[in-house]
């Protein structure tokens, strides 16, 4: 049973940074596509960010490109999320999640874990 834990949101002001982790333990996630994806209140969960299994290709939700950056450590079983340029539209829990297939994907359904997610609120 793999278990994803997501860490680094927390408060931060318009315009600033931050950096999101999210650590696989139980399993190793280097063989699977990793996403990255974030619920505001009262809003559907929506798709920020995939990475291949390889992480030499990625993809983005527009409202995202060009401010994260989404990357992958599998020594480390980890992917991360960079933040740049946040603004309060930003805010959400952000979820990572693991897709059985090598390839991302920018659909919540092509998943199979999820973590727990990590709140990230941005004031104007």
């Known amino acids: 049973q793999v278990r994803l834990v997501e860490s680094g949101g927390g408060l931060v002001q318009a315009g600033g940074s931050l950096r999101l982790s999210c650590a696989a333990s139980?399993?190793?996630?280097?063989?699977?596509?990793m996403g990255w994806f974030r619920q505001a209140p009262g809003k559907e969960r929506e798709f920020v960010a995939t990475?291949?299994?390889?992480?030499?290709?990625?993809a983005y939700a527009d409202s995202v490109k060009g401010r994260f950056t989404i990357w992958r450590d599998n020594a480390k079983n980890t992917i991360y999320l960079r933040m740049n340029s946040l603004n309060p539209e930003d805010t959400a829990v952000y979820y990572c999640?693991?897709?059985?297939?090598?390839?991302?994907?920018?659909?919540?359904?092509?998943?199979?874990?999820w973590g727990q997610g990590t709140q990230v609120t941005v004031s104007s």
């Open positions: 999640a693991r897709r059985p297939r090598q390839s991302g994907s920018s659909r919540s359904s092509d998943y199979d874990y």
């Open positions: 139980g399993g190793t996630i280097g063989s699977y596509g």
């Open positions: 990475v291949i299994s390889s992480g030499d290709s990625t």
